[in-house]
């Protein structure tokens, strides 16, 4: 037993180093909003956002374009996974993201989303259920940008991060123009300044009124963040349209499940038919599960114990199935169903159930 728990504070504290030194291997749990919510809680703040609503139905989203008068639309699945625009549907469609140039044509293509399955590299085998589409208004881009803020441990605190290289994925550009993307940290005690704005204005080279409006948008959307204890909030593109306004075309928030208690109104609009189902199930049970790719599953009481367990098995040449933390003062019953989750994990082989006495 001694050399066992010499083993596990081995590991622990090569655990700790590595992820001291490689701060984003950390794994975290966040809330996931749909992009219509995202961008309401933007145009609440007075964040320029296209025009639009979101439908559950061909037949909304007919009224929804005659409502507004529109020639042309956007319909955009809303489902959680990122490269909606490259993907399929189990009716044949192809894309997630389609400009529609009349009515019938929108009515054609929502019944080939709505009720269908969408199949992007983020979603994997399974796929994602598209129950809503969000019908908006077409503009017209002359420019298009990056623009995102993140909780960044490396600098203790948010950090916008700024491309001139938008409208395209953002690992994309870090892998083939990294020189592309500018990091802007923002001294979170005396929150964002006229500086940090200046210096993103000046990153994508914009000017007069322009410039005016990105600055106004840029603290508008720190603040958000801040208000709702995001821990991600990436605006792309973030488009100068040829009639000179500055408007945020496409949002993604996450937030912080810590701070639930803080946002129950955000919390209750989390859609759990996006979620894996053992997600959902380890939730209401109260216990910290992240899947992973793995074939040997982890049951552990404390995440530090975890940590040093998964370490070990990928010390010696295996791979984790999942995080699976019931917690130092976990139940019989929670016990019961966090072992409940092992039949439904891909690929497993071999369970192992690490438990601390005393905790």
Not at 314 to 340: C, I, M
Request: aromatic share 6%; hydrophobic share 35%.
């Amino acid at each position: 037993m001694q050399a066992m728990n010499s083993k596990l504070m081995s590991c622990c504290r090569r655990v700790v180093s590595s992820n001291l030194r490689n701060p984003l291997v950390l794994q975290s749990r966040s809330l996931n909003l749909h992009e219509h919510y995202s961008l309401g809680l933007l145009n609440e703040e007075g964040v320029p956002v296209p025009r639009g609503e979101v439908a559950s139905s061909p037949d909304q989203v007919r009224s929804i374009i005659e409502g507004y008068g529109l020639t042309d639309a956007v319909l955009k699945a809303q489902v959680l996974a990122g490269g909606r625009g490259k993907g399929h549907f189990t009716s044949g469609l192809k894309g997630g993201v389609q400009i529609c140039y009349d009515i019938d044509d929108a009515v054609r293509i929502s019944e080939g989303m709505l009720g269908h399955t969408l199949f992007t590299k983020q979603t994997g085998e399974q796929g994602r259920p598209c129950n809503e589409v969000m019908v908006c208004e077409r503009v017209y881009c002359r420019k298009e940008f990056y623009f995102a803020i993140v909780m960044d441990r490396t600098y203790n605190g948010p950090t916008m991060i700024v491309s001139t290289e938008g409208g395209m994925n953002i690992e994309d550009v870090a892998r083939d123009n990294p020189n592309a993307i500018v990091k802007i940290p923002v001294d979170i005690n005396t929150g964002i300044s006229d500086a940090d704005t200046n210096l993103v204005a000046d990153t994508l080279s914009l000017q007069g009124d322009q410039r005016v409006q990105l600055r106004d948008a840029v603290t508008k959307l720190y603040n958000l963040f801040v208000k709702y204890d995001s821990t991600l909030l990436e605006i792309n593109p973030l488009a100068e349209l040829t009639d000179g306004r500055v408007l945020c075309l496409d949002c993604k928030i996450n937030f912080d499940d810590n701070a639930e208690y803080r946002h129950p109104e955000l919390f209750k609009k989390r859609d759990w038919s996006q979620e894996d189902q053992r997600d959902v199930e380890a939730s209401e049970a109260g216990l910290n599960y992240i899947g992973l790719d793995g074939s040997i599953g982890c049951l552990v009481n404390g995440a530090g114990l975890a940590m040093a367990t998964m370490d070990i098995i990928k010390l010696h040449g295996g791979d984790p199935a999942n995080f699976l933390d019931v917690g130092g003062g976990a139940t019989a019953e929670q016990v019961t169903e966090a072992s409940r989750s092992y039949p439904r994990i891909p690929r497993l082989k071999l369970s192992s159930l690490t438990y601390s006495v005393g905790l």
